[in-house]
């Protein structure tokens, strides 16, 4: 193929910012005018990036990224896709056997940066600054479309600029005549909205026209400028070099640093709050890469993800879609059938109607995930650096679509997976969040649900000043959290936190301030809150390798110091919400003490309870629940217990703090109502008091005893019931109390009960290995 004679004037080629059809129109164009420049509409500052788009390690979507040097999080994107025209122009240009000089030419991101005090919102893209419009302007593309008959912009665009040069429509005989009509239709668009400009354009579109101008001098009017359509009329007209320089005198400015980053389909799509987003990522990629037959290859691929989630679709499925979709775009009059047809004929032929395959469809391949690759040559703070080495290392890649990663903790690999987890989370830089296990609770393992967002990179290039590594950078963000924390619960969370991520330089500034803070702190509340957090790290911190031996004297210390203030805090007349908020503590800190396997403070904390339960002025749900820990580990005789029980249920008692009582004696969980299943006493003393409530009390105390009771398993609620009706103390099949149960001898058969010895613990050793446990 001749080469086309060079064009006489410069190319405008107005673009909607991500379209396939907008992409080959404008290499077609570029092909046919053999420019001798191509200007992008774009920050300048990303020219010295633009030679690694020809990197073979590059893979789009990426997005060009800027931000304040001295504040990384005032930042902004400029996403490319592999369908994006400015990105088919750069290519174009690089491919050429004597490449073009390519440019960007928009407001550079000096001052766009500096005149947004707040961080741009994500996904600013190219000619999308991220900063609202000062005014509010219709979408050009409705209007055109609703001009044209559509009431879908996007059906029409599709039908109008997508579909051009796909499948088995030709391509047109001159590329520009489209970019030729749309830029006629935008100077009519702009001069009927001409009161309603936004002023930034207004100054984008002057540094806009001041680079058109040096590019004439350089290569005469020999170049071609790809830019949104709505700035064409703009760029086509006669102002003065004077006129566009006032209006960029006296802008702000401030220093920026730019880099290529990775970017996600799902990034680009306008649900993601993408400015200059679209609907279908994941359709117009395919759209630009199917050069023929573009439905039946959208639709076998429609038929391979059904498969791979068990659904029954065969070739015959395909072809019946295919048929369909073309049946609808004929009917509707399209030149071929669009993402609306198809998604119609995939719901009636291959999902039965239903809306819930289809809702898959839409996600993982209208939208998709596919996530960019940089070259390891793009500029990056050394913290991403460091973090990239780790990745790899680690083998741990970074993908766009979620995932579940379980980790064993007595493996080496998964260990330093899970520091490099827990650093980054305490910089800030959420790329793994902590999950429930379905294999397990044991503490030697972890499971993390991973999904790399492309707003991570702007969180690495913020946690960069605190070290050039990952270590070193949380170690010092711990230390600085540490000396700014106010509240001791904090600290305490962060003393976990270090632990969890290996940060042993970094305790001994976070025990300073937990010292000082519990020194301070006198609110029971706040220190029974922060105490868990300290036993939870001092029992399962030795999991990672890690020593805190200091924690431990911090930890009793504190735990004495509730054990000092929790019984006058809990009789100085709570409210009903500050003594279930106590409740909680109190729970909160029977497990921590349990933890910090002390036999001195358990006992200390034993009497705290004994006096708590035995205090009449403490209110009945904590009494409640201070008897029942008590009974769980056996230091409150069953005698002692129904005497406690007998004084709170008493007539003497109000009904509303008995029913607090009951809340809390046998509320609180899972199993709670076993006790009162196999303890007719117990049972029968809450049944005497609940017959004695008067009718007027009942109806108070009645959503108090329902929440406690409702809280049991069916099963136990089925057989409290059945021990109800049948009165106290009846058991089934007329067995007296205390007698054994039907089937059972009354005395143990030590001979029988040796012989499952060994059963038993196969059984058990069998769960251990199952939930991690040593």
Same mark, same amino acid.
């Given at each position: 193929?001749?080469?086309?004679?060079?064009?006489?004037?410069?190319?405008?080629?107005?673009?909607?910012?991500?379209?396939?059809?907008?992409?080959?129109?404008?290499?077609?164009?570029?092909?046919?005018?053999?420019?001798?420049?191509?200007?992008?509409?774009?920050?300048?500052?990303?020219?010295?990036?633009?030679?690694?788009?020809?990197?073979?390690?590059?893979?789009?979507?990426?997005?060009?990224?800027?931000?304040?040097?001295?504040?990384?999080?005032?930042?902004?994107?400029?996403?490319?896709?592999?369908?994006?025209?400015?990105?088919? =122009?750069?290519?174009?240009?690089?491919?050429?056997?004597?490449?073009?000089?390519?440019?960007?030419?928009?407001?550079?991101?000096?001052?766009?940066?500096?005149?947004?005090?707040?961080?741009?919102?994500?996904?600013?893209?190219?000619?999308?600054?991220?900063?609202?419009?000062?005014?509010?302007?219709?979408?050009?593309?409705?209007?055109?479309?609703?001009?044209?008959?559509?009431?879908?912009?996007?059906?029409?665009?599709?039908?109008?600029?997508?579909?051009?040069?796909?499948? *088995?429509?030709?391509?047109?005989?001159?590329?520009?005549?489209?970019?030729?009509?749309?830029?006629?239709?935008?100077?009519?668009?702009?001069?009927?909205?001409?009161? /309603?400009?936004?002023?930034?354009?207004?100054?984008?579109?002057?540094?806009?026209?001041?680079?058109?101008?040096?590019?004439?001098?350089?290569?005469?009017?020999?170049?071609?400028?790809?830019?949104?359509?709505?700035?064409?009329?703009?760029?086509?007209?006669?102002?003065?070099?004077?006129?566009?320089?006032?209006?960029?005198?006296?802008?702000?400015?401030?220093?920026?640093?730019?880099?290529?980053?990775?970017?996600?389909?799902?990034?680009?799509?306008?649900?993601?709050?993408?400015?200059?987003?679209?609907?279908?990522?994941?359709?117009?990629?395919?759209?630009?890469?199917?050069?023929?037959?573009?439905?039946?290859?959208?639709?076998?691929?429609?038929?391979?993800?059904?498969?791979?989630?068990?659904?029954?679709?065969?070739?015959?499925?395909?072809?019946?879609?295919?048929?369909?979709?073309?049946?609808?775009?004929?009917?509707?009059?399209?030149?071929?059938?669009?993402?609306?047809?198809?998604?119609?004929?995939?719901?009636?032929?291959?999902?039965?109607? *239903?809306?819930?395959?289809?809702?898959?469809?839409?996600?993982?391949?209208?939208?998709?995930?596919?996530?960019?690759?940089?070259?390891?040559?793009?500029?990056?703070?050394?913290?991403?650096?460091?973090?990239?080495?780790?990745?790899? *290392?680690?083998?741990?890649?970074?993908?766009?679509?979620?995932?579940?990663?379980?980790?064993?903790?007595?493996?080496?690999?998964?260990?330093? /997976?899970?520091?490099?987890?827990?650093?980054?989370?305490?910089?800030?830089?959420?790329?793994?969040?902590?999950?429930?296990?379905?294999?397990?609770?044991?503490?030697?393992?972890?499971?993390?649900?991973?999904?790399?967002?492309?707003?991570?990179?702007?969180?690495?290039?913020?946690?960069?000043?605190?070290?050039?590594?990952?270590?070193?950078?949380?170690?010092?963000?711990?230390?600085?959290?540490?000396?700014?924390?106010?509240?001791?619960?904090?600290?305490?969370?962060?003393?976990?936190?270090?632990?969890?991520?290996?940060? +042993?330089?970094?305790?001994?500034?976070?025990?300073?301030?937990?010292?000082?803070?519990?020194?301070?702190?006198?609110?029971?509340?706040?220190?029974?809150?922060?105490?868990?957090?300290?036993?939870? +790290?001092?029992?399962?911190?030795?999991?990672?390798?890690?020593?805190?031996?200091?924690?431990?004297?911090?930890?009793?210390?504190?735990?004495?110091?509730?054990?000092?203030?929790?019984?006058?805090?809990?009789?100085?007349?709570?409210?009903?919400?500050?003594?279930?908020?106590?409740?909680?503590?109190?729970?909160?800190?029977?497990?921590?003490?349990?933890?910090?396997?002390?036999?001195?403070?358990?006992?200390?904390? *034993?009497?705290?309870?004994?006096?708590?339960?035995?205090?009449?002025?403490?209110?009945?749900?904590?009494?409640?629940?201070?008897?029942?820990?008590?009974?769980?580990?056996?230091?409150?005789?069953?005698?002692?217990?129904?005497?406690?029980?007998?004084?709170?249920?008493?007539?003497?008692?109000?009904?509303?703090? =008995?029913?607090?009582?009951?809340?809390?004696?046998?509320?609180?969980?899972?199993? +709670?109502?076993?006790?009162?299943?196999?303890?007719?006493?117990?049972?029968?003393?809450?049944?005497?008091?609940?017959?004695?409530?008067?009718?007027?009390?009942?109806?108070?105390?009645?959503?108090?005893?329902?929440?406690?009771?409702?809280?049991?398993?069916?099963?136990?609620?089925?057989?409290?019931?059945?021990?109800?009706?049948?009165?106290?103390?009846?058991?089934?099949?007329?067995? =007296?109390?205390?007698?054994?149960?039907?089937?059972?001898?009354?005395?143990?058969?030590?001979?029988?009960?040796?012989?499952?010895?060994?059963?038993?613990?196969?059984?058990?050793?069998?769960?251990?290995?199952?939930?991690?446990?040593?």
């Amino acid at each position: 193929m001749s080469p086309a004679a060079p064009a006489r004037g410069p190319l405008l080629l107005g673009v909607r910012h991500h379209g396939p059809g907008s992409a080959r129109a404008v290499r077609a164009a570029l092909e046919a005018a053999r420019p001798a420049a191509v200007l992008i509409e774009g920050p300048p500052e990303g020219d010295a990036l633009l030679p690694l788009a020809a990197d073979p390690a590059m893979q789009p979507p990426v997005a060009l990224l800027a931000h304040a040097a001295d504040d990384p999080g005032r930042a902004a994107f400029w996403p490319l896709a592999e369908f994006s025209p400015e990105w088919a =122009a750069i290519r174009w240009a690089q491919q050429q056997p004597d490449p073009v000089p390519v440019r960007f030419i928009d407001l550079p991101a000096a001052h766009t940066l500096a005149a947004r005090p707040e961080p741009a919102p994500e996904g600013a893209g190219a000619g999308e600054e991220a900063a609202a419009p000062a005014a509010v302007r219709p979408d050009p593309l409705a209007m055109l479309a609703e001009t044209a008959g559509y009431d879908d912009p996007e059906r029409w665009w599709e039908d109008v600029v997508e579909h051009r040069g796909t499948g *088995s429509e030709a391509a047109p005989r001159d590329p520009a005549a489209a970019f030729e009509a749309l830029g006629e239709a935008m100077a009519a668009l702009r001069e009927a909205l001409a009161d /309603r400009e936004d002023p930034r354009d207004l100054v984008r579109e002057a540094h806009m026209r001041q680079r058109m101008r040096t590019a004439r001098r350089e290569f005469g009017d020999s170049y071609a400028v790809v830019c949104g359509a709505w700035h064409v009329p703009a760029l086509r007209a006669r102002t003065t070099a004077a006129a566009d320089k006032r209006l960029l005198t006296g802008l702000p400015r401030t220093k920026v640093e730019t880099t290529w980053v990775p970017w996600t389909h799902r990034r680009l799509a306008r649900a993601g709050g993408y400015g200059a987003g679209i609907a279908s990522p994941g359709w117009y990629a395919h759209l630009f890469a199917a050069r023929d037959r573009p439905v039946e290859r959208w639709l076998t691929k429609v038929a391979g993800l059904l498969r791979e989630e068990d659904r029954q679709v065969s070739t015959a499925h395909v072809i019946e879609a295919v048929r369909l979709a073309e049946t609808l775009a004929a009917v509707r009059g399209r030149p071929l059938p669009g993402l609306a047809e198809t998604l119609e004929a995939v719901r009636a032929v291959m999902c039965d109607g *239903s809306d819930v395959p289809l809702a898959l469809i839409e996600d993982r391949l209208v939208v998709g995930d596919v996530l960019g690759r940089v070259p390891d040559g793009a500029p990056a703070v050394p913290l991403q650096r460091d973090l990239t080495r780790q990745q790899r *290392s680690l083998r741990l890649k970074a993908e766009a679509q979620e995932r579940e990663l379980e980790l064993d903790l007595r493996k080496d690999t998964d260990v330093a /997976r899970s520091l490099l987890l827990h650093r980054l989370r305490l910089l800030g830089i959420d790329w793994g969040r902590p999950t429930a296990s379905r294999a397990g609770t044991g503490t030697f393992r972890e499971t993390w649900r991973l999904c790399w967002e492309p707003e991570l990179s702007v969180r690495v290039a913020e946690a960069g000043i605190w070290g050039t590594t990952v270590l070193a950078a949380a170690t010092a963000k711990a230390e600085a959290d540490a000396a700014a924390a106010g509240e001791l619960g904090d600290v305490t969370a962060l003393a976990e936190r270090c632990l969890l991520a290996g940060l +042993s330089e970094a305790l001994p500034a976070v025990l300073r301030a937990l010292a000082d803070l519990a020194a301070l702190d006198t609110d029971v509340a706040r220190l029974a809150k922060a105490l868990p957090a300290l036993a939870r +790290s001092l029992r399962y911190g030795d999991v990672r390798g890690t020593d805190a031996p200091a924690l431990g004297a911090v930890a009793r210390g504190l735990a004495e110091r509730i054990c000092v203030a929790l019984p006058p805090a809990c009789a100085a007349g709570l409210d009903a919400d500050a003594a279930a908020e106590l409740r909680g503590h109190v729970d909160a800190v029977h497990g921590a003490v349990g933890l910090l396997e002390d036999g001195g403070l358990r006992e200390r904390w *034993s009497a705290v309870l004994r006096t708590l339960a035995g205090r009449e002025s403490v209110p009945g749900p904590i009494r409640g629940r201070a008897a029942r820990l008590l009974l769980d580990e056996g230091r409150l005789p069953a005698e002692e217990t129904a005497r406690l029980m007998g004084l709170a249920l008493s007539s003497a008692a109000a009904p509303a703090d =008995a029913a607090g009582w009951i809340d809390g004696f046998a509320g609180g969980g899972p199993g +709670s109502g076993t006790l009162l299943v196999h303890d007719d006493r117990l049972l029968g003393l809450i049944d005497a008091w609940l017959v004695s409530v008067p009718a007027e009390a009942f109806t108070d105390v009645l959503p108090l005893l329902r929440r406690t009771f409702g809280a049991y398993e069916p099963g136990v609620r089925r057989t409290l019931g059945e021990l109800a009706r049948r009165g106290p103390g009846a058991r089934p099949g007329g067995a =007296a109390p205390g007698a054994a149960p039907e089937g059972f001898a009354p005395e143990l058969d030590p001979a029988r009960a040796d012989a499952v010895v060994d059963l038993v613990h196969l059984l058990l050793a069998g769960a251990c290995a199952a939930a991690g446990a040593p």
